[in-house]
């Protein structure tokens, strides 16, 4: 199963209405990647690179640029090509 029929399986299960179940998404909100503003080869690099992408924390830039460590109250850091990944959004 490739990464887009995997993210596909994902959206359309979270649009199911079942018993017991708490909620769906809506049809009238966008499939997954369009909600993250992702196109699939971005995701695809983001996922299949996390490992290089990502030491300490994940995540989009701003959103990490505003976090310190708990322990040294550093700032932390994203490799540049997270960077580039996020800010070609």
Request: charged share 30%; hydrophobic share 35%.
């Amino acid at each position: 199963m490739s990464i887009e029929e995997y993210l596909e399986l994902l959206d359309w299960s979270a649009r199911q209405v079942a018993p017991g179940k708490r909620g769906s998404t809506h049809a009238n909100v966008p499939p997954v990647l369009k909600r993250l503003g992702l196109d699939s080869t971005t995701w695809c690099e983001l996922v299949s690179d996390f490992g290089k992408l990502f030491c300490t924390v994940a995540g989009r830039p701003e959103q990490v640029d505003t976090l310190r460590s708990h322990r040294t109250h550093r700032r932390y850091h994203l490799r540049r090509r997270a960077r580039e990944l996020f800010t070609s959004i």
